[in-house]
């Protein structure tokens, strides 16, 4: 069956940065778009990054551009989330997501 492992979260200062990863089995993970989701307290989930089953493509929430970076490793079954510049809004559970199928989640809290 396909599972979704995230791992990575943590709390961090503000400014400072994070890598989460996210870890896919049960299905052909070279085939397939990966994204990451967040789900704020109080808040719908929304898309953060997205990239495309080679890595060619990418896209990102105009809110986490130039700060965040998606990136994936075929050979390991792995997307990554580079978080840099993290600021308090970015506060969020975030899920790694393909189709249908959703992590568990992993909470990112960035306070002081």
């Known amino acids: 069956q396909v599972q979704l492992v995230e791992s990575g979260g943590g709390l961090v200062q503000p400014g400072g940065s994070l890598r989460l990863s996210c870890t896919a089995s049960g299905f052909t993970f070279s085939r397939y778009v990966m994204s990451w989701y967040r789900q704020a307290p109080g808040k719908e989930r929304e898309l953060v990054a997205r990239?495309?089953?080679?890595?060619?493509?990418?896209t990102y929430a105009d809110s986490v551009k130039g700060r965040f970076t998606i990136s994936r490793d075929n050979a390991k079954n792995t997307v990554y989330l580079q978080m840099n510049s993290l600021k308090p809004e970015d506060t969020a559970v975030y899920y790694c997501?393909?189709?249908?199928?959703w992590g568990q989640g992993t909470q990112v809290t960035a306070s002081s």
């Open positions: 990239i495309t089953s080679d890595g060619g493509a990418t």
């Open positions: 997501n393909t189709g249908f199928y």
